[in-house]
């Protein structure tokens, strides 16, 4: 994920002639040299840039914080993922040849304009909370049906079940796309009216307005599951499960079912000597436990998170739990780092993620996480009945 923005940050970030690019589809002359433009010149830049109308820098403004927040490993997955679908053969060589996050992203944003919206909804969907997600995994495998007549059905549907229950949700809109073998369903139903303190020219005024709640829809085929994001609306999920069905897989019933119930035994982590199973093509270099919540079994919601550092030690966490002798509990969260073989001239990536009881696991779907996923799979870390 990004670091927080800043203009500054991010100007120094971009190549000169990337800026000049952008500066330029908007028609914007700062008086300034991209030619021989350096990051010691930063700060003139940016006294250029905020001495912009109001408007114009706001709207320029919103797209750098957007560029910014994708320039991460997750973003830059994201761009080929949807390159992937659109048949973008030579994207992935191309991305590759430019160092640098920012340079990647912003290159995309001016060159691959179409591929934009659909991998900022992706990455968008990636860093969701895996404890929001409420899956489903019995449906028939079914066909989703993206044409747009099923996308208005669904997008209705959405509209009167909020409308009728709730009284907001009076518009909707549904925007599909593909990503690999699921099909991602992004709803934004109108919400509730609300009035907020905004900075209006040079005054503070209090404005109404209908602001767009999200739920979000994965659906795959293969695996027969459905998982919806629906924050603050964990309740609608089962309507919203049979809304689905009968709009975008034409069912015309679906059995009550709840979400999905398998849990993680991840007791076997609490042996020292437990060996992730994980094939050497996979780019991975090794896989160390960090963390470990241990729930007393005895007791009332009692209990002990042991934490330590395996910089130096990849065993540290284990020698913590030799040392204190715990009474007899079980794992109810493991955190996992796992670490990448390096690159020719970078350094090694790592991703570190949380798995928690019952079925929580903070991975998305896709590229590194993936991998890791096959990884917990193969070592006995499914989630089980």
Known sequence: MASPYSHKHFFRKIPPDQLASYFASKNVDLGIDFSTFNNKQADSLFAAFTALPEEQQTTIEAEFQDIHAMAC?????????????????????????????????????LEKPHLWQGATMFLHA?????????????????????????????????????????????????????????????????????????????????????????????????????????????KAVPELQKIFAKTILHLETLPDGTVDKRVYDLDPLADAEFQFQYDPESGIERIEVTQLRLTLKFGSKKRIIL?????????????LLE???????????????????????????????????????????????????????????????
């Not at 997955?77 to 640098?100: C, M, N």
């Open 323 to 385: 040392l204190l002798k715990p009474p007899p509990y079980f794992i109810t969260l493991a955190r996992l780092k796992v670490t990448f073989e390096p690159k020719l001239g970078k350094r090694a990536r790592t991703r570190t993620f949380n798995i928690t009881y019952p079925n929580s696991l903070s991975l998305g779907h896709d590229g590194d996480d993936l991998k890791i996923r096959k990884v917990l799979a193969e070592s006995g870390l499914e989630p089980r009945a």
């Open 126 to 234: 990636d860093n969701v909370s895996g404890s929001y997600w409420k899956k489903r995994n019995d449906f028939p495998p079914v066909p989703p049906d993206v044409g747009d007549n099923a996308i208005k059905n669904l997008a209705n549907s959405i509209s009167a079940y909020f409308r009728n229950n709730e009284g907001r949700g009076k518009n909707c809109k549904v925007e599909p796309y593909r990503r690999h073998n699921k099909e991602y369903f992004f709803a934004y139903p109108e919400d509730f009216g609300l009035s907020a303190v905004e900075w209006v020219s040079n005054s503070l005024k209090s404005r109404a307005r209908h602001p767009a709640f999200e739920i979000i829809f994965v659906y795959c085929e293969q695996e027969g599951s459905l998982d919806i994001y629906a924050p603050n609306n964990t």
């Open 73 to 109: 490993d997750g973003g830059i997955q994201a761009l080929i993922d949807e390159s992937a679908f659109h048949g973008e053969d030579g994207f992935v060589e191309s991305i590759s040849a430019i160092d640098g996050f920012h340079p990647k992203v912003m290159w995309a944003f």
């Open 307 to 319: 934490e330590a550092d395996t910089k130096h030690d990849p065993s540290a966490v284990y020698d």
